[in-house]
T-cell receptor
Framework: QKEVEQNSGPLSVPEGAIASLNCTYS??????FFWYRQYSGKSPELIMF????GDKEDGRFTAQLNKASQYVSLLIRDSQPSDSATYLC??????????FGAGTRLTVKP | EAQVTQNPRYLITVTGKKLTVTCSQN?????MSWYRQDPGLGLRQIYY???????DKGDVPEGYKVSRKEKRNFPLILESPSPNQTSLYFC???????????????FGPGTRLTVL
């Protein structure tokens, strides 16, 4: 069974702090890794994707992938109240089968 | 505007009454998928399609059918809906990147289905 695990939260951080979101996956054959943000009642929207080991930065967001540890994370620097949402980790197997974690709910307090 | 559209957005129906949820994308994407989202379980893929006339089962295909007769459309059919199919449904599309990876998925606005 191919599993994608995330802490459900809620994760609460003060405004301006770094929020760290973690995700582990079970299948070593995983190829592509995605972080989506989902506001309540809305559809998911892509924040970051990463295919290779290491870090990938985009503005305030950094995705980190460690395939040996089967671990992918998302760091949000200078967190803002508008970042409050549920963050979904998604893992693609053979580019067809896409598995999502249950999501981590993040609250950024002013 | 590039988008994925779904209809209807909300639907209340009764057990056994066949229904179709339509999905259409205007980005010429090869991949299309259907997901259901339930509290605590996240998004689970029902069916996906890699191109016209090519479909395959995802994690939770039981009770659902799909077809891909045109590239832009990917309807989800519930032949005999049951209460355990009450859920929030999302359609998504994505492109096939040059390196073989699946590109960013664009999601539709969702269809909230209640089966009584």
């Amino acid at each position: 069974q191919k599993e994608v695990e995330q802490n459900s939260g809620p994760l609460s951080v003060p405004e301006g702090a770094i929020a760290s979101l973690n995700c582990t996956y079970s299948d070593r054959g995983s190829q592509s890794f995605f972080w989506y943000r989902q506001y309540s009642g809305k559809s998911p929207e892509l924040i970051m994707f990463i295919y290779s080991n290491g870090d990938k930065e985009d503005g305030r967001f950094t995705a980190q992938l460690n395939k040996a540890s089967q671990y992918v994370s998302l760091l949000i620097r200078d967190s803002q109240p508008s970042d409050s949402a549920t963050y979904l980790c998604a893992v693609s197997y053979n580019n067809n089968d896409m598995r999502f974690g249950a999501g981590t709910r993040l609250t950024v307090k002013p | 505007e590039a988008q994925v559209t779904q209809n209807p957005r909300y639907l209340i129906t009764v057990t056994g009454k066949k229904l179709t949820v339509t999905c259409s994308q205007n980005m010429n994407h090869e991949y299309m998928s259907w997901y259901r989202q339930d509290p605590g379980l996240g998004l689970r893929q029902i069916y996906y399609s890699m191109n016209v006339e090519v479909t395959d089962k995802g994690d939770v295909p039981e009770g659902y059918k799909v077809s891909r007769k045109e590239k832009r459309n990917f309807p989800l059919i519930l032949e005999s809906p049951s209460p355990n199919q009450t859920s929030l449904y999302f359609c998504a599309s994505s492109s096939h990147l040059s390196g073989g990876e699946r590109g960013e998925q664009f999601f539709g606005p969702g269809t909230r289905l209640t089966v009584l």
